[in-house]
């Protein structure tokens, strides 16, 4: 997505992505993929339980995770094992959700074109 930020740019559009980590791990992320734009957190899933799109991490998963030494615990400040499925939305001035992409298999993503011809949509 980072490749698109100037087209969106170019036609009065901010990117911002969200992210359940604590800060530290938002920055180090934004560091390790050279993003440019906005990584801001929802602490707790806040935002994205608003709008129904977090999930409880199966135990099993949970596992492999710890085999790996991924915590969620630890990158998030709680211990919840939620994440939020991943989404895109294009949100118009007046704060008005006009598209929308969701789906709860992660490698399944929008492609950046979607969203620059979504937003081209809203006039």
Not at 24 to 34: I, R, S, T
């Amino acid at each position: 997505m980072r490749d698109i930020v100037e087209d969106l740019n170019g036609l009065n559009t901010t990117m911002v992505a969200i992210s359940p980590q604590n800060q530290a791990k938002n920055d180090e992320l934004v560091e390790k993929h050279k993003l440019n734009f906005d990584l801001v957190r929802d602490e707790g899933n806040a935002y994205c339980k608003e709008m129904g799109i977090v999930f409880k991490v199966a135990d099993e998963i949970i596992d492999i995770y710890n085999g790996f030494g991924i915590s969620l615990p630890d990158s998030n400040g709680e211990d919840s094992w939620s994440l939020p499925m991943p989404t895109r939305l294009v949100v118009s001035q007046d704060g008005i959700v006009r598209a929308a992409d969701t789906d709860p298999n992660h490698t399944a993503r929008p492609e950046p074109q979607k969203t620059i011809d979504d937003v081209k949509a809203l006039g």
